[in-house]
């Protein structure tokens, strides 16, 4: 696996570049005491800014799904199911605490595009597509940001199922509207979901 940092010169290559079209619709989970379906932090992320600065001059990520499958893993399930043969105990509040929404693109996303051989043309390495160092994943994120281009964000496959996931920059977030909000435990394919897994639900309340 290569660990090679942003190369000095990447500011004048040409990033490859996947347009997200008007009215495509993603998915975010969040816990419900972040009541905001677009708002997002500043601490340590896969694409978060990596400088040592006060929060103020460093630059926030969105994340969201392509579907509610891989919001569901990547927010909820994460690593619960590593060694983990059989039904998998899950207790309810993981559910109930926390809600689903659908964001919609209103005006056009350029996104770095970091699927198949996007990543390869652009000497991105491998650590980077596939989550295995974060730190090296936000030095090449604060490259992307500060590109000649101004991408809007980065696409990227997500490391449980493959689904694509969108890293939105801060900068862009107002090309974003909140469609819908509901609890996760009343999302219409969570059923589906928790028996495709093998999740059995545990009351704890």
């Known amino acids: 696996m290569s660990k090679a940092p942003p190369p000095k010169g990447v500011s004048g ?7 997200v079209s008007p009215g495509r619709r993603f998915y975010r989970i969040s816990l419900d005491r972040y009541p905001d379906a677009l708002g997002f932090g500043k601490s340590p992320s896969r694409f978060s800014d990596p400088r040592q600065r006060v929060e103020a001059n460093r630059f926030g990520v969105l ?9 569901f893993l ?10 983990q043969i059989g039904p998998l105990p899950m207790g309810e509040h993981e559910l109930y605490n926390r809600y689903w929404a659908t964001i919609e693109v209103a005006q056009r996303l350029r996104m770095v595009d970091l699927r198949g051989a996007g ?5 991105v390495p491998t650590d980077v597509t596939k989550s295995t160092s974060q730190t090296l994943a936000r030095k090449w994120s604060l490259s992307f940001h500060e590109h000649p281009q101004q991408p809007d964000g980065i696409l990227y496959p997500s490391r ?6 969108l890293a939105i920059y801060e900068r862009s977030l107002r090309k974003l509207r909140q469609v819908q909000k509901t609890k996760l435990i009343d999302a219409p394919r969570l059923p589906q979901i928790l028996e495709d897994f093998k999740i059995s639900l545990v009351p704890t309340f």
Not at 13 to 19: F, H, N
Not at 74 to 83: K, P, S, T, Y
Not at 119 to 123: E, H, N, R
Not at 160 to 165: E, K, P, R, T, V
Request: hydrophobic content about 35%; charged content about 20%.
């Open 13 to 19: 290559t040409e990033l490859q570049i996947s347009e």
């Open 119 to 123: 990543s390869v043309i652009m000497g």
């Open 74 to 83: 990547e927010a909820v399930l994460r690593d619960q199911r590593d060694g």
């Open 63 to 71: 994340y969201l799904g392509s579907s509610l499958e891989v919001c």
């Open 160 to 165: 449980l199922n493959g689904h694509a996931n």
